[in-house]
């Protein structure tokens, strides 16, 4: 059996005839001929990695573009089955496994958020057999970084497969095409699916257990897709992975500092990045982040939401809290109205000291570019991460995997904004209401989310309040399970936490798929 990487069947055309005369000069020149039909782009290579415990796993590594095609209607009427992007991808498929073994085997498809950002991330930072070395808070590697066997690898429970959506990574419309109806909500989410369609149905893994695992915005894309597959193809998963959440975004949206909710839900975030950074002697981070939850579940939204009737003791009692959990002083917080922005806040910290600090990962600090800039320039984590895993797949890809391009692999595309989400006019940004309807289509749909107390871009507190707050039963609920990482956004990029990470989603494959152990 080959990885699926069998190329999609292209429309034949039959040639027009062969002259019989030669042209002459009252000849009408010939039409230009048409484009031909794109094809897939895949290579295939064989590959062995020693996984945790000594046990060896050869496997099959298919990367390259796939050919993603549309049913296309004009006027009621099927005009064909067209071309319209072709999608970048990777999949890592077990070898030496009988077909029975096969079927049984569970795959796992994942991707990273954004909108905008390829599957880079969770490809080379967690799930794959090859990861990045880049050393991490205070021991970062110089360039040019180095690139390790993965002993962790997901592979030994079960096959990959990494997409980058249209316009990241080597995702891009065909020749002629337009990619904008795929940035967006809906069609971002029909593309992603008709890729793990195609995958499945080529592959024969239909009767295989399935897993979506999506970081970020990919996360929502999950949340989503759990519904949509179930819905538009019956293909019915056994878990979704969600690693640092966001599936409702008016939790996380500031709207112009008008959104009390969001500085309820970030407010124990600030006080773990202000204990991780000395500002709470004598405290654990436990211990802060449960006083800082406490008071944002409660005394913090009932006095933002009093406005101007707050009398002037009990503001001064917001002001003092606020600071003294935050790490900030009270004349800032005065300023701010009681309420601190989050891009602010990583300027104002260690403003001090003329240093920022990171949001996806707010362990890290770099120079601030002003010490007076409202707020910070760059994300020292961002700028910290960024060049290992360039370097990382643009060597592995060609170097290892085979697969040659001039194309610049877009690690964070920006072609994708901006980014539509018609589909939700007048409503909140919010696909929890899919993943509850999933949940309940499927009784054996298994949750796994993942947290990085740390993680600036996606605060733990507000996407544990949006799981609270789902319409599910005693028994439903019980299907979700929590992990917590004292890391960030992208919380493998701490050692510790990577491995911990990795043994918990072995865990739960393993789990969720019925396999013993």
């Not at 409503?427 to 999933?438: F, G, N, Q």
């Not at 990482?485 to 494959?509: C, I, K, N, T, W």
């Amino acid at each position: 059996m080959t990885d699926a990487t069998t190329p999609a069947s292209s429309p034949t055309s039959t040639p027009p005839p062969a002259a019989t005369n030669a042209p002459t000069s009252e000849s009408k020149p010939e039409g230009k001929a048409p484009e031909p039909e794109p094809t897939d782009e895949l290579v295939s290579t064989r590959h062995t990695v020693t996984a945790e415990g000594g046990r060896v796993l050869d496997y099959t590594a298919t990367t390259g573009r796939l050919v993603l095609r549309e049913e296309v209607y004009e006027d009621g009427v099927f005009t064909g089955h067209t071309a319209k992007a072709q999608v970048s991808m990777t999949s890592y498929v077990l070898e030496g496994v009988s077909a029975q073994e096969r079927t049984a085997r569970p795959v796992t498809f994942a991707f990273n958020g954004g909108p905008g950002s390829s599957s880079v991330w969770l490809h080379l930072g967690l799930l794959g057999p090859r990861r990045v070395v880049m050393g991490d808070v205070g021991a970062l590697l110089p360039p040019p970084y180095e690139l390790a066997d993965n002993a962790q690898t997901l592979l030994a429970e079960s096959d990959l497969v990494f997409i980058d959506p249209v316009s990241t990574g080597y995702s891009r419309a065909v020749k002629g095409g337009k990619p904008g109806p795929y940035h967006g909500y809906q069609g971002d989410l029909e593309s992603v699916a008709e890729v793990i369609r195609l995958w499945t149905s080529r592959n024969g893994r239909w009767m295989s257990p399935k897993f979506l695992a999506g970081e970020s915005y990919g996360t929502l894309r999950a949340a989503a897709l759990a519904d949509h597959l179930q819905t538009r193809y019956g293909m019915y998963l056994n878990g979704v992975i969600l690693i640092s959440s966001v599936l409702d975004l008016s939790s996380i949206d500031f709207e112009g500092q008008r959104n009390d909710r969001a500085h309820a839900a970030y407010l124990p975030l600030y006080a773990a990045v202000a204990h991780y950074h000395g500002k709470h002697p004598g405290r654990s981070v436990d211990e802060v982040v449960a006083e800082a939850s406490a008071y944002a579940a409660r005394d913090y939204p009932w006095a933002l939401s009093r406005g101007a009737r707050l009398r002037a003791d009990e503001r001064a009692g917001v002001v003092a809290t606020v600071a003294r959990l935050a790490g900030v002083s009270e004349r800032y917080v005065e300023q701010a109205e009681l309420r601190i922005e989050h891009w602010r806040f990583f300027g104002e910290l260690l403003r001090d000291q003329r240093l920022a600090v990171g949001r996806l990962d707010a362990r890290f600090t770099g120079p601030a570019a002003s010490a007076i800039a409202e707020e910070m320039d760059a994300d020292p984590s961002f700028d910290a991460i960024v060049g290992p895993y360039a370097a990382a797949m643009n060597h592995y890809v060609r170097a290892e995997l085979e697969f040659g391009s001039d194309l610049h692999y877009e690690q964070i595309s920006e072609r994708v904004n901006p980014w539509s989400y018609k589909d939700f006019e007048g409503k909140p940004i919010d696909v929890s209401p899919r993943l509850e309807r999933a949940m309940r289509a499927n009784p054996h749909l298994q949750v796994h989310v993942a947290y990085g107390t740390y993680d600036g871009a996606t605060p733990p507190a507000a996407a544990d309040e949006v799981f609270a707050k789902l319409r599910l039963t005693d028994q439903a609920r019980s299907r979700i399970e929590h992990r917590t990482y004292p890391a960030g956004h992208m919380m493998y990029v701490h050692e510790p936490s990577r491995l911990a990470q990795s043994a918990d989603l072995a865990a739960f494959v393993r789990r969720a798929s019925g396999q013993a152990g």
